[in-house]
């Protein structure tokens, strides 16, 4: 009955929400064993601090929209892949593609997706390394393989990105374009600030 088939599925989503969750939890540990031991060979942790969430089903269901899909957790599964998302603060510019480089050496860690907006920024100033990674997650029966995606930005990077969010959503997206040139002017700011500072840390690290 069709009763019967939407307990199917919704008992088919609890349990890939519980896997992404279990995903997202291998990843951040990963990180921050990686962070401490960075912190005790270079003498500063490159990670600021680590936020991750689990997309929603209704935003899962609202990408699948955007994507022409069928709303089922199949499609979910082969196609979103941000259900489970880490996002990587950093100190320093370089911090980034060493927590990057240091991930992805890792035996089990599979990288599926490269976005890198730092070398290549998007037209309105955002900036930030973007992964998907596929790990094995352990199940009594079974291993999967399941993909988180991971964003990687400095403090200055996530300042932008936060605020430069809120003001787009405080203004349904319309009026910021009336500010667009000012807030790519911010992002070059912040990108020459964060450089020098870099700059400053490897001259002292001499
Ligand atoms: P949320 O709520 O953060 O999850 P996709 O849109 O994911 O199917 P693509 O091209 O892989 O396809 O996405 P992209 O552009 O590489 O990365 C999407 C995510 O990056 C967004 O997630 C944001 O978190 C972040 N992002 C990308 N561009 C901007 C930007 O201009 N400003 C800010 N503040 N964040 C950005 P979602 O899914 O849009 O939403």
């Given at each position: 009955?069709?009763?019967?088939?939407?307990?199917?599925s919704?008992?088919?989503?609890?349990?890939?929400m519980?896997?992404?969750?279990?995903?997202?939890?291998?990843?951040?540990?990963?990180?921050?064993l990686?962070?401490?031991?960075f912190?005790?060979?270079?003498?500063?942790?490159?990670?600021?601090?680590?936020?991750y969430?689990?997309?929603?089903?209704?935003?899962?269901?609202?990408?699948?929209?955007?994507y022409?899909?069928?709303?089922?957790?199949e499609?979910a599964?082969?196609?979103?892949l941000?259900?489970?998302g880490?996002?990587?603060?950093?100190?320093?510019l370089?911090?980034?593609?060493?927590?990057?480089?240091?991930?992805?050496?890792q035996?089990?860690?599979?990288?599926?997706?490269?976005?890198d907006?730092?070398?290549?920024?998007?037209?309105?100033g955002?900036?930030?390394?973007?992964?998907v990674?596929?790990?094995?997650i352990?199940?009594?029966?079974?291993?999967?393989?399941?993909?988180?995606?991971?964003?990687?930005r400095?403090?200055?990077m996530?300042?932008?990105?936060?605020?430069?969010h809120?003001?787009?959503y405080?203004?349904k997206?319309?009026?910021?374009?009336q500010?667009?040139?000012?807030?790519?002017d911010?992002?070059?700011?912040?990108?020459?600030?964060e450089?020098?500072?870099?700059?400053?840390?490897?001259?002292i690290?001499?």
């Open positions: 009955s069709s009763r019967e088939d939407a307990r199917t919704l008992i088919k989503l609890a349990q890939t519980q896997i992404y969750n279990g995903a997202m939890k291998v990843v951040s540990a990963k990180l921050e990686l962070d401490d031991e912190q005790f060979s270079n003498k500063h942790n490159p990670i600021h601090h680590l936020e969430r689990i997309k929603s089903p209704l935003s899962i269901g609202k990408k699948l929209q955007k022409g899909l069928p709303l089922t957790v499609a599964r082969e196609r979103v941000d259900i489970a880490i996002r990587v603060i950093c100190n320093f370089d911090d980034v593609y060493a927590v990057e480089k240091m991930l992805l050496q035996a089990d860690v599979t990288l599926v997706k490269r976005k907006y730092i070398e290549q920024a998007k037209a309105n955002y900036r930030s390394l973007h992964l990674v596929k790990v094995p352990f199940l009594s029966g079974s291993t999967e393989e399941i993909p988180v995606e991971i964003q990687l400095t403090v200055a996530d300042y932008w990105a936060s605020l430069e809120m003001l787009r405080k203004n997206d319309s009026d910021t374009q500010y667009a040139a000012m807030l790519l911010c992002a070059a700011t912040l990108a020459d600030t450089k020098k500072m870099l700059f400053i840390r490897q001259h690290e001499e």
